[in-house]
């Protein structure tokens, strides 16, 4: 009986928190993310400054998630803003606090630069 409650729980979505809360809703492919990128949006790179001198998207903004919460002001909240990191997990991190902050056009670009560098978009690398 308890085991039929649970599945019908997890398959009606009553577990989302497991995700984030519909952490589905705040990200996007980085397909997406590259057609956006040739658009008017702010690409905000949540890596570490080491992590950004080795290789970066051009004209993106570095703002290290660990110093997001102070740079606040640095991020717009009138244009979209698409959030990367190395692999998405920091990105979506950064997202849901800009969310929660009310930067409500904020998106984390899933599989970070990592996919961003398997599609042979444009980088600025120095090795």
């Not at 599945?7 to 009606?12: A, E, K, P, T």
């Not at 905000?44 to 703002?63: F, G, M, S, Y």
């Not at 290290?64 to 002001?73: A, H, K, T, W």
């Not at 997990?89 to 560098?117: C, D, P, Q, V």
Request: proline fraction near 2%; include cysteine.
């Amino acid at each position: 009986m308890i085991k039929l409650f649970l599945m019908g729980l997890v398959s009606f979505g009553a577990f989302s928190f497991l995700r984030g809360a519909g952490g589905n809703d705040l990200e996007i492919s980085v397909e997406e993310a590259h057609k956006k990128y040739s658009e008017d949006v702010m690409l905000l790179d949540v890596r570490t400054k080491q992590e950004w001198n080795e290789c970066h998207v051009p004209n993106a903004v570095l703002i290290p998630l660990d110093e997001l919460q102070n740079r606040l002001s640095e991020v717009p909240q009138d244009v979209e803003v698409v959030v990367m990191c190395r692999s998405g997990a920091r990105s979506m991190t950064a997202t849901r606090m800009l969310h929660a902050k009310g930067y409500k056009k904020t998106l984390s670009m899933k599989g970070g630069i990592n996919a961003w560098f398997g599609k042979n978009f444009e980088l600025t690398c120095t090795k």
